[in-house]
């Protein structure tokens, strides 16, 4: 059975540091653009970053460039989101999302284009 798996979230101060992982179970990854969306409470969920399956050409939302960073291992089958310096309003359930067609040099964070999804990792930033 295939399966999106985030792991990695947790409670953080501001200013602090999370680093979130996405893993494909029973199938690979590699050949697929891979999203980054959240979801705060009483919010629609956002894109926040993606990366490309050719490439690795990456995109992040306005809000979090500069300071999350995504990335891929193809030998773990994981994707990687790097954050640093959190914020209170990074405080969101976390979603990895594999896109629906095979990836090419560039990514979207459009939730249409992605059709496998994690059960998302909560991220509380707060003092």
């Known amino acids: 059975q295939e399966q999106v798996v985030e792991s990695g979230g947790g409670l953080v101060q501001p200013g602090g540091s999370l680093k979130l992982s996405c893993t494909g179970s029973?199938?690979?990854?590699?050949?697929?653009?891979i999203g980054w969306f959240r979801q705060a409470p009483g919010k629609e969920r956002e894109g926040v970053s993606c990366i490309s399956a050719a490439e690795h050409n990456t995109f992040y939302e306005t809000s979090v460039k500069g300071r999350f960073t995504i990335s891929r291992d193809h030998a773990k089958n994981t994707v990687f989101l790097q954050m640093n310096n959190l914020r209170p309003e990074d405080t969101a359930v976390y979603y990895c999302?594999?896109?629906?067609?095979?990836?090419?040099?560039?990514?979207?964070?459009?939730?249409?284009?992605?059709?496998?999804w994690g059960r998302g990792t909560q991220v509380t930033v707060s003092s």
């Open positions: 999302a594999v896109a629906r067609d095979v990836g090419g040099r560039y990514c979207a964070i459009v939730e249409s284009e992605y059709d496998k």
């Open positions: 029973g199938f690979t990854l590699d050949y697929y653009d």
